[in-house]
């Protein structure tokens, strides 16, 4: 897992350079450009995760909570002192050092889930416990969205594969699955077309499944359920979702084309990634990334560099590496004896899976544009030193697990 | 504990869809990195800009090697909307010096045009102004300035023959797509007839810039760029110093110098009056020019020496009478008498003892004796009737290039008119005309028009005896550094060169004469021949006509000068044309007191 770490942190180092290279500046270390100012990060990312390797493994256990409510304060604290940077208020500037508050809540959240999941034991048809769970997580979501930081608030989200190793129905997923589904045909076609397919649907399941009462009601109720949902989207696209964000959706399902605003960034993210070809360009020679066309290149959009450097293989070998490490984390997760640890671990591939594949994915077209970085990889110093601080622990944890 | 091993199996689920995702990133990326191919293109498009490299335009010079037309560079301001982001509008204004609605209206132009593509924002910025913005451009995203080249005329004559450039059209870039929204084209005179040969070849240059427009070298070092390739130079056949001298006499007067080289048909002098300096037609102030001059009610615009048509009047009676001799129906000895100014059915026009004999008549324009001779052409009994006489008449007419053009490197020209004999069928009634139905054809009026190309292309027949080359402009094109002299085909008449004497021997007693109608005129130094012509006009006062040649044998100038409504041919064509002859051949010498009053003289009140 370290060497994954390690591979993914020099990746993003490199790609970080390439994409904010300036001739004038062309040392790596040199501290003036983003670049040498992300060494400054890993140095000291990797000084932490020494520090947490020499912390007990106890420590962790014992202060999941007051360090979940240290982080709901600080997150209160930046709604009021904070300073706001590109359209939300989330981060503290100490000298020359921006902090995101929202970066650390991720792993704070987490040790308190895997905390609060471990000690009693949890029934997920008990209502009162599902309830204090959705708590913990709604309060740093919440906090995080009046931030107007709508990406790392949705990160929470993330959570459900936590639930679901420790025994959500697994019908909850699929219940989300449907939703999104429905959601998505009712934008793209009108809400009485949707429901007659759906219609259709129900009409066909009756010839194929046991024709009894019981069934038939349930289908029905189903049906009711899915019509009425349907036709409440477009009432909660238009008056719950704010203009940007509807900008979005409709630019990623191809309703609107809007190459100037919204669209301009998937649109020049796409060439810069499409035109990488198989191979790609070559280091420091992506047109698209040397002439500053895509935004926000070496912070959200750090793939494009990948992709139009690297080309399909560099590509490949870095959805590898994530997916690799993802794998691993779970593998190590199941090994674990202590439920914390365990926990925890699921807690960590799930919140790194969400970044990665909706990082990915925004960047290749497939979602819409929200600000979240891609993980070790991205420019920025709150999100790699949360990211390591986040996975650290778990390495930790792990270390000790035959002392459960 | 319990629930740990429970719930075991759903590892396999959570892994299962990092794998799937994994696999749907990497369907994804292989359809746009290595199927689509779209995505290469919009990134070339993105960063790659392609300038085009304007050649020099062919420069042109007069048949002495004096430089007529030159190229200054110009510097046009181009803007592509789409990149125009975020920029200080009042600055940029104040930059460039126009003000906010301008730039709004220009906006609004180009994006009509297209957001995309690249348009003329500012036109022709002037090179010390060019260097102030190209510093602070930069700060304008969206902007850049394109090099380019105007027309520029040290010497203000020949404008109608060399014509002027303009932004090409549409319509023309539909027709050839070498032209692009922008480019140059010749849309008159020689600009527009040898528009190949002095737009050379555009070049490309292909570069590299990043999101703020800003040039970051060349695209892959170059090597798809090209140089652009200058046009090539002309050689003109007007003499520029003679063309300035005759516009300078034919000012404050309406009409047209022609004058021809008759061993080559190389036009000597192509003058229209009143003209215009041919600088007005360059670049900004173009559109604007234009309009006035075309508004003029003298229509300078208007080329007369070969587009306006005129009845040939007497001067026609140089063609008659080698059409007679070559039909045998006269011999030069042959006398007609006439009853001068009150003769029957056609009038002289003036006084003169009686009987003239065909040379006479030249020297003195006696219109009854040409009246004979036209009716004996036409009334030959070696022709079953009067059309197929007539039809034998226009045949030779036409060998003389009346009625006809001469698709040289004109440009435009106009036939004249030579009436078909389905004309007179139609109007008379077939069978129903006969020589005095059409007699003013005799005396050069009625139906009969030539432009004042053709009869000074008469003229140089007369000269050489017989035969013309057709008269042009250009007389060599350089190509490779090499002057490649155009050749032009001999083209004869239907009349033999003794035929052509009696009236040469006319022409020359005119000047040299007693009774010469050009006699006024003559000069010592020089053997002149002319012919005066006075066209009656309907609208107001007659036009002044002279056609001329000199010297009387080896001849190296033909000239036709036509005044309009100046009285008689003698007042104004006369000494016009003696000027121009005296001009060219000697160069320096005394200048009789009549170039003055001809300098001087204004007949714009007759207008």
Known sequence: MVSLYLALVLVGWISIYSAIYDENHQSIFDMSQGYGKQMVWIVTALFLALVIILTDFKFFSAFAFPIYFFMILILIAVLIFGSTISGSKSWFQIGSVSLQPAEFAKFATNLAIAKYLSTLNVNFKQFKSVGKMLIILLLPSLLIFLQNDTGSAIVYVAFIFVFYREGMPGAILIIGLISVVLFIMTLLLNPVAVIITLFVICVLLVFFMKRNLQNLVILFGMFLIMSAFILSVNYAFDNALEQHHRTRINVLLGIETDLKGAGYNVNQSLIAIGSGGLTGKGFLNGTQTKYNFVPEQSTDFIFCTVGEEWGFAGSLVIVGLFIALLIRIIIVAERQRSNFARIYGYGVASILFFHFAVNIAMTLGLFPVIGIPLPFVSYGGSSLWAFTILLFIFIKLDSYRLNA | ?607
């Open chain 2, 1 to 607: 504990m319990i629930e740990n091993k429970a719930y075991e199996g759903r590892k396999i689920v959570i892994i299962g869809i990092f794998i799937v995702i994994g696999i749907i990133f990497a369907a994804r990326l292989f359809y746009i990195q290595v199927i689509n191919d779209k995505y290469v293109l919009s990134a070339n498009n993105n960063v790659l800009r392609y300038i085009t490299q304007y050649p020099a335009r062919g420069l042109v010079y007069d048949r002495t090697g004096k430089l007529m037309v030159f190229n200054e560079a110009a510097y046009d301001l181009m803007v592509v909307p789409k990149l125009v982001k975020n920029i200080d509008t009042l600055q940029f204004c104040r930059l460039i010096g126009i003000d906010k609605e301008a730039f709004i209206k220009k906006m609004k132009k180009a994006r009509n045009y297209s957001p995309y593509k690249a348009s003329i924002f500012e036109e022709q910025i002037s090179k010390e102004h060019y260097g102030y913005i190209e510093e602070k451009l930069f700060k304008y995203p969206g902007f850049w300035v394109q090099p380019r080249t105007l027309r520029k005329y040290p010497i203000p004559a020949a404008a109608h023959s060399l014509g002027y450039i303009g932004e090409v059209s549409p319509m023309e870039i539909e027709a050839n797509p070498y032209y692009a929204i922008g480019d140059y084209i010749g849309k008159s005179g020689i600009e527009k007839a040898y528009e190949t040969e002095l737009r050379g070849k555009k070049g490309l240059k292909i570069s590299m810039v990043d999101v703020f427009n800003r040039e970051k070298g060349s695209y892959q070092n170059g090597i798809y760029d090209t140089l652009p390739l200058a046009g090539n130079d002309l050689y003109v056949s007007l003499d520029v110093e003679l063309q300035a001298y005759g516009e300078k006499l034919m000012k404050n007067k309406k009409g047209s110098i022609v004058a021809i080289e008759p061993s080559t048909g190389e036009i000597l002098a192509l003058i229209s009056s009143p003209t215009y300096d041919p600088n007005l037609l360059i670049g900004r102030i173009r559109s604007k020019n234009y309009n006035e001059l075309y508004a003029d009610s003298l229509k300078p615009l208007f080329n007369r020496a070969l587009l306006a048509m005129y009845p040939p009047g007497s001067t026609f009676k140089t063609v008659e009478a080698p059409i007679a001799l070559q039909e045998g129906v006269v011999t030069p000895a042959t006398t007609f008498s006439c009853g001068g100014v009150t003769a029957s059915p056609i009038k002289c026009s003036h006084n003169h003892y009686s009987p003239l004999n065909l040379i006479e008549a030249i020297e003195q324009s006696c219109n009854p004796y040409y009246w004979n001779v036209f009716r004996k052409i036409i009334e030959n009994k070696k022709y079953a009737n009067t059309r197929e006489a007539y039809i034998n008449w226009k045949s030779y007419v036409n060998s003389f290039n009346l009625g006809m053009t001469f698709n040289t490197d004109l440009n435009i020209e106009r036939s004249g008119n030579v009436p078909a004999p389905e004309y007179y069928d139609k109007y008379f009634g077939k069978g129903q005309w006969r020589s005095m139905t059409i007699r003013s054809l005799s005396i050069g009026q009625g139906e009969l028009l030539v432009t004042p190309l053709q009869l000074c292309n008469v003229v140089a027949i007369i000269a050489n005896r017989g035969y013309y080359y057709p008269p042009h402009l250009v007389r060599a094109v350089s190509r490779n550094k090499v002057r490649e002299v155009k050749e032009y085909e001999k083209k004869f008449t239907k009349v033999e060169p003794r035929n052509f004497e009696p009236v040469v021997e006319g022409m020359y007693l005119a000047y040299n004469g007693s009774h010469g109608t050009a006699r006024r005129y003559k000069m010592d130094s020089i053997v002149m021949c002319g012919k005066t012509g006075t066209v009656q006009n309907p609208h107001g006062e007659n036009h002044s006509l002279f056609i001329a040649f000199a010297p009387r044998d080896n001849p190296r100038i033909a000239i036709a000068v036509v005044v309009e409504n100046a009285g008689y041919g003698s007042a104004y064509g006369t000494p016009i044309a003696t000027l121009m002859m005296a001009k060219y051949l000697l160069r320096e010498f005394e200048r009789p007191t009549y170039e003055e009053d001809m300098f001087n003289a204004s007949l714009i009140s007759r207008y």
